[in-house]
Nanobody, 121 residues
Framework: QVQLVESGGGLVQAGDSLRLSCTAS????????MGWLRRAPGKERGFVAS????????YYVDSVKGRFTISRDNAKNTVYLQMNNLKPEDTADYYC??????????????WGQGTQVTVSS
């Protein structure tokens, strides 16, 4: 059974940092893109960041560029999202996702259950 399990969410103040982790089990994801998406209260789930299978290419939504960094450790089947200088508008449920392709910002076929991030002002 394939599972993506996120961790690292929590309640922080504006300006703080968090690192989200997503560990996959059931199969290796070292040959496909991984990503993070988020759903803010009252909004639809949207793209945050993705990383290619090799880790060489990364993409970010404009609102997090310069503050968030996505990375991966294929030996650990894990992807990370380092979030710095958090803002209240970053408050959301964050979801890890895996793609059937080597790089994407839109195509996902596996999802984690999500981890909540709340940023107070």
């Amino acid at each position: 059974q394939v599972q993506l399990v996120e961790s690292g969410g929590g309640l922080v103040q504006a300006g703080d940092s968090l690192r989200l982790s997503c560990t996959a089990s059931g199969r290796t994801f070292s040959d496909v893109a991984m990503g993070w998406l988020r759903r803010a209260p009252g909004k639809e789930r949207g793209f945050v960041a993705s990383i290619s299978w090799s880790g060489e290419n990364t993409y970010y939504v404009d609102s997090v560029k310069g503050r968030f960094t996505i990375s991966r450790d294929n030996a650990k089947n894990t992807v990370y999202l380092q979030m710095n200088n958090l803002k209240p508008e970053d408050t959301a449920d964050y979801y890890c996702a895996a793609s059937p392709y080597r790089m994407t910002t839109t195509a996902w076929n596996y999802w984690g259950q999500g981890t909540q991030v709340t940023v107070s002002s």
